[in-house]
Nanobody, 125 residues
Framework: QVHLVESGGGLVQAGGSLTLSCAASDIPSGVYTMGWFRQAPGKEREFVAT????????YYADSVKGRFTISGDNAKNTVILQMDSLLPEDTAVYYC??????????????????WGQGTQVTVSS
């Protein structure tokens, strides 16, 4: 059974920082990409950041570029999202995601096969 286990959410004041972690295990076909999405109340789930294991690049949504940093260990299938300069509009449930499909659209939630349970991030103004 596939597991994506997230940790690190919580409450922080605007301008503060939080670090989210995710570990994937028991994925049958290996992992091509791991990433983060988020969903705020009343809104659709949106792409945040991703890190394909096939190259050294990282990809970010424009709304978090320059403030969030994704990193990971492909040998351990773990990924970390360092969130700095947090804004109230960053408040959401953050989901870790993974895919074994090297052709997946990494910006689209439909491209991911495996999801974590979500962790709440709340940024107060």
């Amino acid at each position: 059974q596939v597991h994506l286990v997230e940790s690190g959410g919580g409450l922080v004041q605007a301008g503060g920082s939080l670090t989210l972690s995710c570990a994937a295990s028991d994925i049958p076909s290996g992992v091509y990409t791991m990433g983060w999405f988020r969903q705020a109340p009343g809104k659709e789930r949106e792409f945040v950041a991703t890190i394909p294991w096939s190259d050294t690049s990282t990809y970010y949504a424009d709304s978090v570029k320059g403030r969030f940093t994704i990193s990971g260990d492909n040998a351990k299938n773990t990924v970390i999202l360092q969130m700095d300069s947090l804004l109230p509009e960053d408040t959401a449930v953050y989901y870790c995601a993974a895919t074994s499909n090297w052709r997946a659209d990494i910006y689209n939630q439909d491209g991911y096969d495996y999801w974590g349970q979500g962790t709440q991030v709340t940024v107060s103004s």
